[in-house]
């Protein structure tokens, strides 16, 4: 299974940017779905998560300004980043928690996309 991601760049303060993250690969079903990111000099940090159908998580940095979802027929989710500040710079990975056609739960990880906010 690989996730693919896209939509970074650089981005000016106060405007917007999506991310997408596609994934592909032998899924069952996707059970969670998220995003983290890591400044520079900094650990990677949860932004966002779908777990399940309904349940979303925003870290307090971001809630209210980032909206997390999904297409569950094309196994892709995005990040719709509104009013970016300068602090949400970093690269962007996604991450999902997937079962295999043969059941087996596994995690995996994006190749990460850098974002920039700045004017």
Do not use: H
């Not at 650990?43 to 300004?65: H, N, P, Q």
């Amino acid at each position: 299974v690989q996730l693919v991601e896209s939509g970074g760049g650089l981005v000016q303060p106060g405007e917007s940017l999506r991310l997408s993250c596609a994934a592909s690969g032998s899924i069952f079903s996707i059970n969670a779905m998220g995003w983290y990111r890591q400044a520079p000099g900094k650990e990677r940090e949860l932004v966002a998560v779908i777990t399940g159908s309904t349940s979303i998580y925003y870290s307090d940095s971001v809630k209210g300004r980032f909206t997390i979802s999904r297409d569950n027929g094309k196994n892709t989710w995005y990040l719709q980043m509104n009013s970016p500040k300068a602090e949400d710079t970093g690269v962007y990975y996604c991450n999902a928690d997937y079962t295999d056609l043969s059941r087996f739960e596994y995690r995996v990880w994006g190749q990460g996309t850098q974002v920039t906010v700045s004017s």
